[in-house]
């Protein structure tokens, strides 16, 4: 069964920095690129960024400059580093997988093969 589980979500105040995790199980973490999406109240959710098997990142351009994504296969973790957070990131941030094949960059249109449960992120000016 697979299981991707979020953390390190909370509040905190504009300028300030957060890291959030996303642990893995019970699939071939190196096998899939990670992404992270996120959902403000009353909004669709929305695309923040990916990191590929091999380590490339992409990036929405709301968050360029600001989030930076990693990923430690020996952990099966991916983390988001936020950093100069605004009152507009304010969200519940989510984890996805895809398998891929390692050449392979997904995005914001790829239908993920599995999505975490969330984690709250605060931010107030």
């Known amino acids: 069964q697979v299981q991707l589980v979020e953390s390190g979500g909370g509040s905190v105040q504009a300028g300030g920095s957060l890291r959030l995790s996303c642990a893995a199980s019970g699939l071939t973490f190196s096998r899939h690129s990670m992404a992270w999406f996120r959902q403000a109240p009353g909004e669709e959710r929305e695309f923040v960024g990916v990191?590929?098997?091999?380590?490339?990142?992409r990036y929405a351009d709301a968050v360029k400059g600001r989030f930076t994504i990693s990923r430690d296969n020996d952990k099966k973790t991916v983390y988001l580093q936020m950093n100069s957070l605004r009152p507009e990131d304010t969200a519940v941030y989510y984890c996805?997988?895809?398998?891929?094949?390692?050449?392979?960059?997904?995005?914001?249109?790829?239908?993920?093969?599995?999505w975490g449960q969330g984690t709250q992120v605060t931010v107030s000016s």
């Open positions: 990191v590929s098997r091999g380590g490339s990142t």
């Open positions: 996805a997988a895809k398998h891929t094949i390692l050449s392979n960059m997904p995005g914001p249109d790829t239908a993920y093969d599995y």
